[in-house]
């Protein structure tokens, strides 16, 4: 029944191959980039090198704008992220003899509503100390040793793919169940099946049974699409991997029968069901990480079964670690997976009209 409806069938492949294809369209690992306009107010031989130096840093564009004038108008649209003013003392530093040359002030313009732009002054400060201290052929004091450690890339997709994968099984165990089921009862078709000689524990177990195979189908799919196309390394267990999803579709398929027994139509599955994956999708940390939520609501949503879920298969898939690094996720899961079951044994009727 469920591999006849080729329509549902073919969204429940293709709807989380679309976020994955998407998000993976977009550079989300590409260096920070300022896009800027230098006005040269000293045009001269040593401002013009300053300038290529600047430039040299590659976290600036330099955006050709004849004037300071038209310079603020694109700021203020938008289409500029600061501008640099070198001022026309640059270059004269002739002073009083036995005093100090005065010092060039730069100035620098910022669009304040980007909270990033502030980069930009930092960047500009610590680039005219190294400046200051060339000119002066001043002695370094202090210098900074650095040692690396060859530790693993993760990019963003490497990232997001764990989330696509729980959100996958997430939306087509519990709406599939939730809406197929309840579409079920209301064409009596259920009530038919009781006079036949299939049992009700064997029509359920195939539902359940059909739908993990499904969920099978997706880990492969999205697996396969995000390694091939995207790159997206998985460096922990791929057995691990769809274990833990499985787990996590019977935690959902639960909550799609608990669904399923407590509407009566058809609408009502689709609405009920939505209320409970959409806020999930958001809070639990497909796309971006919990951690940003305010401290109370990261407690809350810590409890529900998909950011259990995503957090095993993100260690799992990112940082290798073992299924035993994880024993407060599954206990969470495992009383999902009983809560659900209750909720469902008690609500779900073959017979109900």
């Given at each position: 029944?469920?591999?006849?409806?080729?329509?549902?069938?073919?969204?429940?492949?293709?709807?989380?191959?679309?976020f994955l294809v998407i998000f993976g369209?977009?550079?989300?690992?590409?260096?920070?980039?300022?896009?800027?306009?230098?006005?040269?107010?000293?045009?001269?031989?040593?401002?013009?090198?300053?300038?290529?130096?600047?430039?040299?840093?590659?976290?600036?564009?330099?955006?050709?704008?004849?004037?300071?004038?038209?310079?603020?108008?694109?700021?203020?649209?938008?289409?500029?992220?600061?501008?640099?003013?070198?001022?026309?003392?640059?270059?004269?530093?002739?002073?009083?003899?036995?005093?100090?040359?005065?010092?060039?002030?730069?100035?620098?313009?910022?669009?304040?509503?980007?909270?990033?732009?502030?980069?930009?002054?930092?960047?500009?400060?610590?680039?005219?100390?190294?400046?200051?201290?060339?000119?002066?052929?001043?002695?370094?004091?202090?210098?900074?040793?650095?040692?690396?450690?060859?530790?693993?890339?993760?990019?963003?997709?490497?990232?997001?793919?764990?989330?696509?994968?729980?959100?996958?099984?997430?939306?087509?165990?519990?709406?599939?169940?939730?809406v197929g089921i309840t579409r079920y009862?209301?064409?009596?078709?259920?009530?038919?099946?009781?006079?036949?000689?299939?049992?009700?524990?064997?029509?359920?177990?195939?539902?359940?049974?059909?739908?993990?195979?499904?969920?099978?189908?997706?880990?492969?799919?999205?697996?396969?699409?995000?390694?091939?196309?995207?790159?997206?390394?998985?460096?922990?267990?791929?057995?691990?991997?769809?274990?833990?999803?499985?787990?996590?579709?019977?935690?959902?398929?639960?909550?799609?029968?608990?669904?399923?027994?407590?509407?009566?139509?058809?609408?009502?599955?689709?609405?009920?069901?939505?209320?409970?994956?959409?806020?999930?999708?958001?809070?639990?940390?497909?796309?971006?990480?919990?951690?940003?939520?305010?401290?109370?609501?990261?407690?809350?949503?810590?409890?529900?079964?998909?950011?259990?879920?995503?957090?095993?298969?993100?260690?799992?898939?990112?940082?290798?670690?073992?299924?035993?690094?994880?024993?407060?996720?599954?206990?969470?899961?495992?009383?999902?997976?009983?809560?659900?079951?209750?909720?469902?044994?008690?609500?779900?009727?073959?017979?109900?009209?």
């Open positions: 029944m469920l591999f006849r409806d080729k329509q549902a069938l073919f969204w429940s492949l293709a709807f989380p191959l679309l369209l977009f550079n989300f690992d590409a260096p920070t980039n300022f896009s800027i306009a230098i006005i040269d107010e000293a045009q001269s031989e040593q401002s013009e090198q300053l300038k290529f130096q600047m430039l040299d840093l590659e976290i600036f564009t330099e955006t050709e704008i004849a004037s300071r004038e038209e310079a603020l108008e694109t700021l203020k649209d938008g289409d500029l992220d600061g501008i640099i003013t070198i001022p026309a003392s640059y270059g004269q530093f002739e002073g009083v003899e036995g005093a100090a040359p005065e010092p060039s002030v730069f100035s620098v313009t910022l669009d304040e509503t980007n909270q990033q732009s502030a980069i930009i002054v930092s960047v500009l400060n610590q680039f005219l100390n190294e400046l200051n201290l060339q000119i002066a052929s001043a002695p370094r004091l202090f210098t900074i040793e650095t040692e690396g450690v060859q530790g693993q890339e993760v990019k963003y997709l490497d990232f997001l793919m764990p989330g696509v994968l729980g959100m996958a099984i997430m939306f087509s165990a519990i709406i599939g169940i939730a009862r209301e064409r009596k078709i259920l009530k038919r099946l009781m006079a036949t000689p299939v049992k009700v524990q064997s029509f359920l177990m195939a539902e359940v049974g059909s739908y993990l195979f499904l969920s099978f189908m997706q880990i492969a799919l999205i697996l396969g699409v995000g390694r091939i196309f995207f790159g997206i390394q998985v460096y922990g267990s791929y057995f691990y991997l769809i274990l833990v999803t499985l787990v996590g579709t019977i935690v959902f398929l639960n909550i799609g029968f608990f669904i399923a027994g407590m509407s009566k139509t058809v609408n009502t599955a689709e609405a009920m069901s939505n209320a409970f994956t959409t806020p999930m999708m958001f809070l639990s940390g497909v796309f971006f990480s919990p951690d940003m939520l305010p401290g109370w609501m990261e407690r809350i949503v810590d409890f529900l079964p998909l950011t259990s879920l995503l957090k095993v298969l993100r260690g799992i898939s990112i940082n290798g670690s073992p299924l035993t690094d994880f024993p407060y996720q599954f206990a969470l899961l495992g009383g999902w997976i009983v809560v659900s079951f209750v909720l469902a044994w008690k609500t779900f009727r073959m017979d109900r009209a």
